[in-house]
Structures are given as C-alpha cells and as structure tokens.
C-alpha cells in the first residue's frame, strides 16, 4: 500500500526530529502502523536550510498553503507556533479534509475549543502529544490509558526551562538572574523567555490536560498563573530546612464546587518523586480513584524527544483514518456531546495550604501577633522556623507553613499581618502540596 503522505509545516528543532526518526526508524514503524508514513513535502521560509535537512527527494515550498492544497497529502504537520498564522493554516488543513498533527499548546489551550469543533464537523483528527510534556505520553495516558478512571487530580512539571532555573538555584545558591543567563547560553530558554518564567507555557499545557482529565473545554483563560520571577533562593534554603523542595507546578483538582486550574511555584515534599525531577525534565503525577496515583517522567523538549510524540501521532492516524469518526478516540477524551460545564474556581476559591515568610522586628509578642491572625482566619499552623538574629540585627525571618484553607482567607489574613508594623517587609506567600 502507499505509504500515508505527510506535509510538515516548518522543519526546525521539531520538524526535522521527525523527518530524522521517521526516516532511521521506517521500518519498525511500518511494522507497527500497518503502512508507511512519508514526508512528501515540507513548507518552510528558509527553502535552502529545508532542503539541506530533506534532501531532494521530498518536495520544498516556502508556502505551507501549497501543502494544504496538494490533494495527495492526508496529515498536515504543524510545527509552526503560536496562535496566529498557525491557527489559520490548522483551520484551513481541517477544512481542507486534512487530519492534523500539532504540537502547538498555545494554540489549543486558546483556540482548542473552536479548532476540535471544526475537525469534528469534518470528520478529521487533530492529534496533540507532542503539546504536552514533549516525549512523554501522557495525552495518551490520560485519554485512553486511565479511561477506566475518575481522575481526581494531576500535578506537573511541564516546563524543563523553570525546572532547570529552579534546580540551579538550589543546587548552586545562584539568583534567578544569574541562572537564566545560563539556561539562555545553553539554549534552554528562549530569546524571549516570557512564557517559560511568567507561567504562561506551562498554563498551557496544564489547561490541555485539565480538559483531557475532567472532559471540560479548553479555558486557558480562566486559569491561575504566577511564575517563578519572584522566587528568591532563600525561601529555597529554607523550604529545603523544612524538608521541601519548590517546583513550578501545572496543577489541576476536581472539587465539588469546580475545577481548579493553576500554575504557581510550590512547595512539594522533597520525599515525593517529583520533588526530585531535576534539570530540564518534566514529570506528571496523576492521582485517580481505581488506578491511585501514577507518575510520567521524560524529556519535556528537544528535537527527538518531541519528535518521539508526533510521530506517535502519526501512527494512531495512519491506524484510525479509515475508522469510522465515530468510532475513534474523541480529542478532548470524553464525547464531544458528554463534557461536563463544572466551572474553573477562582484562585479565591482554591483550598491548599502555603509557606509564608515575614521579615519582623526582634521583638516581644510579634509571633503571638502573626499567629494570633491566622487563629481569627481558622487558619491552622503546620510547623514554625523562626531564624536566628544575627549579631547587631533587630529584625529576623519568621517562616510558617499552614495547614489546607481556603485561598480568601489567607488573602484577608495576609493583609491584616502586612498592616502589622512590626512586619518590615512584604511577605513572600508560596503555596505547599503534599501529593499524597
Ligand atoms: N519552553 C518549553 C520548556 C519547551 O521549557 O519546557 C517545551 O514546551
């Protein structure tokens, strides 16, 4: 049989990670997907670098729309980014009747709910690995490994760019400036890497999997996101005093009242496995009633690794394209007539307990103040560390770590305790999660 003819749209780190593994692993693959999958054509700016990568055999363009009219391509590849000119050429090649590989999580955590809409109506998959966590397969583990479950909760590190600042923080004591420098030089960060450090990145991926998990759209725009640009490596030291380590997590929790959907820094118990995931990996936790809790570790970018997940992607196609639409795996996992409308709460509304640090005067009854506070606001405390005052200081480092509440109510207690003048400086608020 012919093999399936794939176009790729962009042929950088990714684009030619797969043509690379598509082409060193043919065989094994065909072997597994029952017919050949073929690169035919590839669309990039940079012709003569495409050509470089593909060689002569597979046709270059410089205009991804030629790829989406060439009647002989089945699955477009979109390697290209972002929510502009990528969600056009995705909505075009759905119209156009092509399934569609991405590994854009921008695009579906923003435009996921009208891009699957316009695949449904047409009959066609938009299949996403690669969107979340890179190698890892955990939109299918998710999807249709834990389908037997209700999932109840899932928490991960979804962002190697942070995960490595954050391990050179602790391992070396080194400032968030200092470190970022070195995750630019050795190309983990981008130019620009806004979405890595504000959250952004790993919010989108926490709202893909969020919608996987509980069968609900796609709401990047109703979740919570704090990055680690206020981390500062002495809350690290004293975490780790504590016996914690701080990881930016992806984190998303059926409630009775909602869903929540956040990405913030967070205190992690250091004896969890995932409080031990360094450098630039990711991992995912997912806790579910029949199976309990599972984790995914892998390599969360790079050019293979990510590779790995599309072609994955292009092997359930190629198994699927002839099945009836009705009949394989819905994109979202749940039918798209079967999602539940449970809200994402407000950050108000989220239960979780928290590390606080207060810069405060050396003085008689100020902890009796703080803690006094957080008594009238029901807000139970878990463990105290107050620092020593160094020689000649009249102030000290007050740390707290609270048990659960609700998150208004450490919002009111934290502006009472601010109004203290005994409390010098603003205080650092850093959320905890045990993951048991
Ligand atoms: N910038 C992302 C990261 C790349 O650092 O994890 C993979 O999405």
Redesign the pocket.
Known sequence: MKPIQVGLLGIGTVGSGTFEVLQRNQEEIQRRAGRGIEVAMVADLDVARAKSIVGTKVQVVDDARKVIANPEIDIVVELIGGYGIAKQLVLEAIEAGKHVVTAN?ALLAVHGTEIFAAAHKKGVMVAFEAAVA?GIPIIKALREGLTANRIQWLAGI?????NFILSEMRDKGLTFGDVLKQAQALG???ADPT??IEGV?AAHKATIMSAIAFGIPVQFDKAYVEGITKLESQDIKYAEQLGYRIKLLGISKRTAAGIELRVHPCLVPAKRLIANVEG?M?AVMVQADAVGTTLYYGK??GSEPTASAVIADLVDITRLHTADPLNRVPHLAFQPDAMSNLPILPMAQVVTSYYLRLRVADQAGVLAKVTGILANADISIDAVLQREAGEGESHTDLIILTHDCVEAKMNQALAEMQQLSTVLAPITRIRKEELN
């Open positions: 999580k890179g979804i962002n190697g760019t942070t983990y960060a981008e979405f890595d990145d630039a990711n969360g970018a």
